[in-house]
């Protein structure tokens, strides 16, 4: 990969990954695949990113495991049964250590160590990385693999650290399993992770305490073992699945129904609406009317048909009305799927303490006090969330051409050229960096790792070493991010997805976060632009 006119440094290795995750193992493979020299950091101890942190009782799938799993090896898809609709996260673990096994991906991966910084040194043309181990790598290309939700965040309440029992958060959960028999439980935090976590931890735990700041619009996941019947006929249509996938907007395998649900009559909408409660999956909120997620009317008759659903599970009705968003509508915020959820609070152990009219005062040695009273556990849960899109990306010095830091250059938020690149950041790539497309998240990491690997396929065959995004090509993809964020209700709430986190400083206010046009016209508009040669890129030999 080095041409004649580049600087005489030798880097260690023609690409180094942060993180093997699903992404960073992918993007190994597919560098290796080039011909490339490559090595991957990973701080934790195995692969599997956020299936090796996540580790909270009932952590599971909310994509059918089916469309989730990697599709590069027809012969892996082939291989792998996944035992359950929505698979469990110890299964999901199993998956990415059997990928990082049989395509003999571990020898190139160094576990256990985490980059400081990364420095662009330009008259070198390498990315020299600073590890926490003292070591000093470089590289001719960097590639971020590290995650758009993987640095969890605490709540800022005085006294975390004072407590005597056990506390976990959610996305950093211990190895070994947390018993919560007979125990006094604290959760803290009401969206995905915590749903998950709290229906799991009220089937055995003394007395559960949730404190919830804001409900969330959840619905029901219909998980159910996969028969043999079901495993052959999934294994016979991949295919088919993986093309209803690339057309979906999401990269899920639910399309939205082309009907208003202004227009349908009333009835039939209900009707319509009770089917899509009681199927599995994402249906309700990716298959749902095409107007439910951009139409106030519309969103307004959704969101009122679930909170009927809530009001028909919970038998306290203060306590049902507790649990049905008011900030909101249906769907606008990510819609966490649920097993018995709600009737989690017709449990007599079980108490919903409403942070909205009794705040956290502090933690104590002991367990909470809120602005009503003390209560006392032994174990605390924050299922607080994370400092999300960019927030691996703060944690990291990285610096590019003329000592640029990406902190500075995001100061005023995040410009990037399709979550891929950054101007005056030569050769650093970005895998599902902040601007790109999220969706079912395998489906988008195979589509840029795909399109990072087609570019280093394109420097290598025509001797080129050294890569920068044009200023304006960042200025014109920012101006479609923009333009595709308009009329989205989601674009109007605070959550993870609008860059919003209340326990970071300088993220209190909603930014433009991510691309939230659809997957089919991401993939178009950079599959032009490899097309056309790279116009949009500075490509040098
Ligand atoms: P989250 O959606 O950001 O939820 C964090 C929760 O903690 C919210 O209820 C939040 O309340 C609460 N919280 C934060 N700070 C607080 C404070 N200081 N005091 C009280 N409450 C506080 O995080 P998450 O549940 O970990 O999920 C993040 C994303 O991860 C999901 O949206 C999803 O994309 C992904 N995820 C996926 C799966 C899956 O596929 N199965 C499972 C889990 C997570 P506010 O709403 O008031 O801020």
Redesign the pocket.
């Known amino acids: 990969m080095t041409p004649a006119t580049a600087s005489p440094v030798t880097p260690d290795f023609d690409v180094l990954i942060i993180g093997a995750g699903l992404a960073g193992l992918y993007q190994l493979y597919r560098v290796r695949e080039l011909g490339l020299s490559a090595c991957v950091i990973e701080a934790g101890s195995d692969v599997g990113g956020t299936w090796y942190w996540?580790r909270y009782p009932g952590?599971?799938?909310?994509?059918e495991s089916y469309s989730y799993g990697f599709s590069f090896s027809p012969e892996l898809l082939q291989d792998w049964s996944w035992s359950e609709h929505f698979a469990p996260q110890p299964e999901t673990l199993r998956y990415a250590q059997h990928v990082a096994e049989r395509f003999q991906l571990r020898p190139h991966i160094r576990f256990g160590r985490k980059v400081e910084s990364a420095r662009w040194d330009e008259p070198g043309r390498v990315w020299r990385l600073q590890l926490d181990d003292g070591s000093q790598p470089c590289a001719r290309f960097l590639i971020t693999a590290i995650g758009a939700?993987s640095v969890p965040?605490l709540?800022?309440?005085p006294g975390i650290e004072s407590f005597q029992g056990v506390s976990c958060h959610?996305?950093n959960w211990p190895k070994e399993p947390v018993d919560f028999t007979g125990k006094r439980v604290a959760v803290?935090?009401?969206?995905?992770?915590?749903v998950?976590t709290i229906q799991e931890v009220a089937k055995t735990a003394g007395h559960l305490t949730i404190?919830?700041?804001?409900p969330?619009w959840c619905a029901p996941l219909h998980n159910g073992a996969i028969t043999d019947d079901e495993q052959r006929e999934i294994k016979a249509g991949y295919s088919d699945i993986l093309q209803r996938c690339r057309e979906s907007p999401a990269g899920f395998i639910h399309t939205p129904d082309p009907r208003r649900a202004v227009d349908v009559p009333p009835a039939e909408r209900e009707a319509f609406w009770e089917k899509r409660y009681t199927e599995r999956g994402f249906g309700i909120w990716m298959g749902n009317f095409r107007d439910v997620l951009v139409d106030r009317e519309a969103n307004a008759l959704m969101s009122d048909f679930v909170a009927r659903k809530i009001r028909q599970r919970v038998k306290n009705p203060v306590v049902a009305e507790k649990l049905i968003p008011k900030n909101h509508g249906f769907g606008t915020?990510?819609l966490?799927?649920e097993t018995r959820y709600y009737e989690v609070y017709n449990q007599p152990n079980v108490e919903l303490v409403d942070?909205t009219e009794t705040p956290?005062d502090r933690v104590t040695d002991t367990g909470i006090r809120t602005s009503a009273r003390e209560f006392e556990f032994d174990i605390i849960v924050y299922?607080?969330?994370?400092d999300?899109l960019r927030g691996a990306y703060d944690r990291i010095d990285l610096r590019g051409r003329d000592d640029i830091s990406l902190q500075d250059l995001w100061r005023g938020g995040a410009r990037t050229f399709f979550g891929i690149q950054n101007a005056g950041f030569p050769n650093l790539l970005m895998v599902m960096g902040p601007m790109c497309a999220l969706g079912n998240i395998v489906r988008s990491i195979e589509y840029n790792v795909d399109w990072v690997a087609g570019l280093l396929r394109h420097m290598r065959d025509h001797q080129l070493s050294r890569v920068e995004v044009r200023p304006e090509s960042v200025d014109a993809w920012m101006e479609i991010v923009r333009k595709a964020s308009i009329g989205l209700l989601s674009n109007e709430v605070?959550?993870?997805m609008t860059g919003v986190n209340?326990?970071v400083d300088g993220k209190s206010e909603r930014v433009l976060a991510r691309y939230s046009g659809t997957g089919p016209e991401f993939r178009a508009k950079a599959d032009a632009v490899a097309a056309g040669g790279y116009r949009e890129l500075d490509l040098n030999a």
């Not at 803290?188 to 915590?194: H, K, P, W, Y």
């Not at 404190?211 to 804001?214: D, E, K, M």
């Open positions: 996540n952590a599971r799938f909310d994509s939700l965040t709540p800022r309440i959610t996305a803290i935090g009401t969206g995905a992770s915590g998950q404190f919830q700041r804001t969330n915020r990510r966490p799927l942070l956290i299922a607080t969330g994370f999300a605070n959550s993870w209340s326990n």
